[in-house]
């Protein structure tokens, strides 16, 4: 699959690559490439610059967002959160039309400090900003709920036996969205229903940052034990 | 220890029978007791009245906030969100003053319809309004984030193995809830932090109903695998 992957923080690289070594064709977009290859402060989590590692991924283009969404057939969101409704639309809505937009970005507000607060929150979600704002486009929430290594490799967090979510108006989407998880190695892919859904999932954050805080690190996940 | 719990829906009496079990002294405070026992319907969940349970229940004192608060070591606030202030401040601040309250409410806001939303939310919580309210009483909130059946039976789903929070600012507090907790049958208790914690857990609300109409029924609950 031509897939094109937004967003050059943590989550966005590490997701192009696993679905690289899944096969796929990926493309990560950007808002700038010159700007993005230029920058040499180290990742959000103590990563490498995204110049040092693209060089090291030479197979992954990075190109502008608008380029990225015209090749592609499914669409990662994974800007952040407060970034993500001007990435899709610098893409341009003719280039999102009857897509797949995997929408794993959380919106996070850090205006106040840690800890962030959720904007919008409760009776609205990201995943349904996108999705009105892009009525063409078919937007899938998912994989919000856990950090970037556990996305693409579930096995590392007590074997794989944890949960994800699926939210989103188009079974066909869902059902696409879901092989893909099924290839990075989930195993418990629970469909929540319409993309409203995405309020509940997105709403898991706080208590996300807050057992990262308690247990001391990222290496967890939520499962529904049933 | 001798325990007030307020709340005569489906999670108060259950909650009042388990503690019961394990050998504390149990009364239940309600707004007004006469009230309550000529009520003729069936609970929320298709329960039966409370009156038919109260006489299956003999032993468990129906009386006031005020009465039942006055005589109890720890307090389990087991109303729903909207008349947890109001069920506290008729059981008079001289009553809670140093004394455990354990809050398992979460602040559903029905008013819009199905599914709820929550108020408050994101940048407070209902954990945080008691524990404002009444600074000489410590707010344990816990168990919120579950069915009553799984609160009082955690072994029904997955054998027991799952999580369950405690947030609060008291750490002596904290314990005897967590002691509680395990006497319940809980096996993995994480103390998220402070009382503010509350909001994440109180967050969990949205997603936990959308999986109960996803999974079709209510016998789940969160692990946090790791």
Redesign the interface.
Known sequence: MNIAVFGTGTVGPAVAAALVALGHDVVIGTRDPEATLARTEAGPMGGVPFAQWHAEHPGIRLTTFADAAAGADLIVNATNGSGSLPALTAAGEENLAGKVIMDIANPLDFS?GF?P??NP???DSLGEQLQRAFPAARVVKTLNTMNASVMVDPGS??GG??SV?VSGNDVDAKARVSGLLADLGHRDI????DIT?A???E??L??????W???GNA????????
């Open positions: 106040q800890p607060s959720l929150v409760n009776t967090v007590a036996d944890h979510f629970i469909d929540l229903g859904t309020r509940g999932t709403m898991l706080p208590v996300w940052l807050r057992l805080g308690a247990l290496d967890f996940n939520f499962k529904i034990a049933r």
